[in-house]
């Protein structure tokens, strides 16, 4: 497994931006795949973004694809979510996983987890 500690939530208006990170260590950050997934109160965790292992591909939900963006970065062992034009549904707590090389959507395909940060968008 891999150790992940998410930074950078926070509470920010409609329309705003956030840029949430995530710093791994462990297991060899160059060959997993990284994601974001929230999860809001009384709903479940839900696929956000996902970046795969040498960065050649990415996905996005529906409800944030063209808002959003993932990264990663080799040297600092680190994966960045860019969030734009945020709405109030954005409001989660956000978590920072990873596995080994390729891109699923799936939560229970993930085994290790940060503990979340949460975002706050108020209207």
């Known amino acids: 497994q891999v150790q992940l500690a998410e930074s950078g939530g926070g509470l920010v208006q409609a329309g705003g931006s956030l840029r949430l990170s995530c710093a791994a260590s462990?297991?060899?950050?160059?060959?997993?795949?990284m994601g974001w997934f929230r999860q809001a109160p009384g709903k479940e965790r839900e696929f956000v973004a996902a970046?795969?292992?040498?960065?050649?591909?990415?996905n996005y939900a529906d409800s944030v694809k063209g808002r959003f963006t993932i990264s990663r970065d080799y040297a600092k062992n680190s994966v960045t979510l860019h969030m734009n034009s945020l709405k109030p549904e954005d409001t989660a707590v956000y978590y920072c996983?990873?596995?080994?090389?390729?891109?699923?959507?799936?939560?229970?395909?993930?085994?290790?987890w940060g503990q979340g940060t949460q975002v706050t968008v108020s209207s």
């Open positions: 996983a990873a596995r080994p090389y390729t891109i699923t959507t799936l939560p229970r395909d993930f085994d290790s």
């Open positions: 970046i795969s292992w040498n960065g050649g591909s990415t």
């Open positions: 462990g297991r060899t950050f160059f060959t997993d795949a």
